[in-house]
């Protein structure tokens, strides 16, 4: 099954590559010409995300390089070493929503310290591999559009990240 | 929301600094978050370029029409509000395939052609997040990922006796995200379209 899937996640890019001009040279489309003026949006769409993402990161920077982030680590552990919450990954956790860098970073480092195969190498490998950037998404691409006010996304978006660190953490505990 | 969050963050963030007495880094660090924001902007732009490239043609050769017709019984309960052959539903198809896939790098040049046809659809408030808007960023966060390849390529580097041994649980925790994600966005809709916000 793993095979197959990653033989699939290889090719997928090239496949896409060689069959889409090629159809559409079949079917009459100019496909150079059209390229081209699909591709002149490019520069536009990512300078327009410029200021969004610096809002977000200098916000997030500032937030952990002050020791802000550590402080409310502390503040949660006690309570989490309630539950059986490991309070090794928390800084993983609360990062993962807002830097997708900074988690990996984390990541990097939890796995370093405590070995890739050890139960926190593992979970904060499974957390990193199934959650998503949920405020760098939202900034992106609410930002390139210029939405201002996002409603619900906010809470959905991080209902489902919760759910998947929750998640994580039982199956972890069920698998390793 | 956003607002008051980034308003903590900031705020927080600074207090803190000032009462560890390292208040210097503050400059630092909102510069270096600015850097990162512009750096990770400029260098989207080749993909985002290249991208739109192959979706123009997609579009041209009728592939994206076509791969939206194939799923259309999920998302015409997804996504209600989108009309049958509009575009939107075609990038929606090819960002949640490519998220799917671990192509990263590929699904966010997709999502923001996805949310720029969205934005068409949304004319009467161009500055509010539509329901679509809402549900495709809930799917998009939460989105099942099979090959979390950059957590395998660190483990492996870090010596893992068995590095993909983590796919199984990934799955299970994203199925479990999305799953969530999907009922607490139609919950929500209903209640914030019930108040008229």
């Not at chain 2, 299970?172 to 995200?177: H, L, N, P, Q, V």
Request: net charge positive; aromatic share 8%.
């Amino acid at each position: 099954m793993f095979t197959i899937i990653s033989e699939l996640s290889r090719w997928a890019i090239p496949v896409v590559l060689l069959v889409v001009p090629l159809i559409a040279f079949i079917r009459g489309v100019k496909v150079f010409e059209t390229f081209v003026e699909g591709a002149e949006q490019g520069f536009a769409t990512a300078i327009k995300i410029i200021p969004f993402l610096v809002a977000m990161l200098v916000a997030i920077s500032v937030f952990r390089a002050s020791g802000a982030m550590d402080i409310m680590v502390s503040c949660f552990s006690p309570v989490l070493n309630i539950i059986g919450f490991p309070t090794e990954i928390l800084p993983h956790a609360i990062m993962r929503p807002l830097s997708g860098g900074a988690a990996l970073g984390i990541a990097t480092d939890t796995i370093k310290t405590y070995g890739p195969d050890s139960f926190i190498g593992r979970l904060v490998s499974t957390m990193q591999g199934s959650s998503d950037t949920t405020f760098y998404v939202l900034t992106l691409y609410f930002g390139s559009v210029g939405i201002k006010k996002y409603r619900y996304a906010i809470i959905s978006g991080l209902a489902a990240d919760l759910t998947t660190l929750a998640a994580s953490i039982l199956i972890c505990k069920i698998m390793f | 929301m956003v607002n008051i969050i980034w308003l903590i963050m900031i705020t927080l963030g600074i207090i803190v600094a000032g009462l560890n007495g390292n208040i210097e880094v503050v400059t630092k660090a909102a510069l270096d978050g600015a850097q990162a924001g512009v750096t990770t902007s400029l260098n989207l732009i080749a993909i985002i370029t290249f991208w739109l490239g192959i979706m123009k043609l997609a579009e041209a050769a009728g592939l994206v029409r076509a791969l939206a017709y194939l799923v259309r019984p999920l998302t015409r309960f997804l996504f209600p509000s989108i009309p049958r052959e509009h575009p939107a539903m075609g990038a929606i198809v090819m960002n949640l395939s490519a998220n799917i896939l671990g192509l990263g790098n590929a699904s966010t040049p997709m999502g923001l052609i996805a949310m720029q046809e969205l934005q068409k659809l949304n004319r009467h408030r161009p500055d509010t997040a539509s329901d679509a808007m809402c549900t495709f960023l809930a799917l998009n966060t939460s989105c099942i990922t099979l090959i979390p390849t950059t957590i395998i390529g660190i483990r492996l580097l870090y010596g893992s006796a068995n590095p993909t041994e983590i796919v199984g649980t990934t799955i299970f925790a994203t199925a479990c995200g999305m799953t969530v994600a999907i009922m607490v966005d139609r919950m929500l809709r209903y209640i914030y379209n019930r108040r008229g916000r």
